[in-house]
């Protein structure tokens, strides 16, 4: 049977979009989707491979595919080094065929993260990781130094470096305020698709504009290893995410953030103490609005409403403090200490 162009674009788009998942049961579950014989998948898989979109890496009568990948490396020592240049005459080079919008966020990226190495990681190597294949474009920017997170409580003088997670979900935290603003990895990790952090025992993820999570690992990973990823076809604009937290009636500029309150419940920590709430709100008053997200935050203490939600907001009243995704129970305790006003 002949099938149109069109749809053999259908199968073959398919065939690339469902391999990641699905290295080994591909040809069957193609067959089913499309309702047509092995063959007919076989012979579309065998031209993907000959166009080098696909690979094979298992043998014999259960072959496994997966997209194909290519990879670049490249280590710098850490000295004289210019961010930018390295952009401009190493990679940028290598992603000719993408689209504009999408470049333009791999150079900012990029120039962030190897900047952020230069600028604040002590490190004496820049290693940095390219790998494109059929649909993502994925950088690796790591360094040998002090840690993103270590180098954060230091500065802050925090307890457990897991803390600093919750000032880079805020944004605008800089070690280094004559020289920096803070915007790098608040923007960096909105913009791209997938984007992490490792750093020793810590991982900080983030899924385009969604709040941020963080994990623990078993494996201590020196230094600070950024992984940023995105899809060919993302849709996404710089200048878009820019443009969602600057404040229409201000400079242009950052002046709105979104933080995800959960991030203070390391070990399961409740939300109790004024101590909490007074590092979560450390900072606030940089921004024109700042909205809590209390997504998977089942309840908070008296004294944590008290200072977040009437002392903050008496003392700045300039601050719009805005919730979203607040349980019953949340809601409850917030209004409670703002009848107290
Ligand atoms: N590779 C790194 N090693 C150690 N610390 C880091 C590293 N990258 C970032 N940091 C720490 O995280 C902070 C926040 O980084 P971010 O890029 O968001 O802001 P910034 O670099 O301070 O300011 P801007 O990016 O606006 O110039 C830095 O000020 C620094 O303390
Ligand atoms: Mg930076």
């Known amino acids: 049977m002949k099938f149109t162009k069109e749809v053999v674009e259908m199968i073959k788009i398919f065939l690339i979009q469902n391999v990641t998942a699905n290295p080994d049961t591909l040809t069957a579950m193609t ?5 047509i014989t092995k063959p007919t998948v076989y012979k579309y898989i065998n031209e993907l491979m000959e166009d080098k979109v696909l690979e094979k890496t ?3 009568r259960f072959p496994k595919y997966q997209l194909v990948k290519t990879v670049y490396n490249w280590e710098y020592e850490n000295k004289n080094l210019e961010e930018d240049i390295i952009w401009s005459k190493v990679i940028a080079p290598l992603l000719i065929e993408i689209n504009s919008n999408v470049k333009e966020i791999c150079q900012y990226g990029f ?3 190897a900047n952020n190495v230069i600028d604040h990681s002590g490190a004496k190597i820049l290693a940095i990781e390219l790998t494109v294949d059929y649909l993502k474009t994925k950088i690796r920017v790591a360094d040998n130094g002090i840690g993103i997170f270590r180098k954060i409580q230091q500065s802050l003088g925090l307890e457990h470096p897991d803390q600093a997670i919750l000032e880079l979900a805020k944004g605008k935290f800089t070690s280094d305020p004559e020289n920096h603003s803070g915007e790098g990895i608040f923007f960096t990790s909105r913009v791209f698709d997938m984007f992490f952090i490792f750093s020793h025992q810590l991982t900080f993820a983030g899924f385009g504009n969604e709040d941020g999570t963080m994990r623990e690992e078993k494996d201590d990973l020196p230094g600070t290893w950024v992984i940023m990823e995105i899809n060919k076809n993302s849709p996404a604009l710089l200048k878009d995410i820019f ?7 201000k400079d242009p500029g950052f002046h709105k953030t979104r933080i995800p309150v959960k991030l203070m419940q390391h070990e399961g920590e409740s939300l109790i103490s004024r101590s909490q709430a007074k590092r979560l709100i450390s900072r ?3 921004f024109s609005e700042v909205i809590l997200d209390f997504e998977g935050v089942a309840q908070i203490g008296q004294a944590f409403a008290d200072q977040v939600f009437r002392v903050f907001p008496n003392k700045y009243p300039a601050v719009n403090l805005k919730t979203i995704n607040t349980v019953p129970d949340v809601k409850n305790m917030i209004k409670r200490v703002q009848s107290t006003k």
Request: glycine letters at 14%.
């Open 31 to 35: 067959c089913n989707h499309f309702q």
């Open 111 to 113: 120039t962030e993260m």
């Open 243 to 249: 443009d969602e937290y600057a404040d229409p009636g």
């Open 284 to 286: 606030f008053d940089r």
């Open 58 to 60: 298992g043998s014999g």
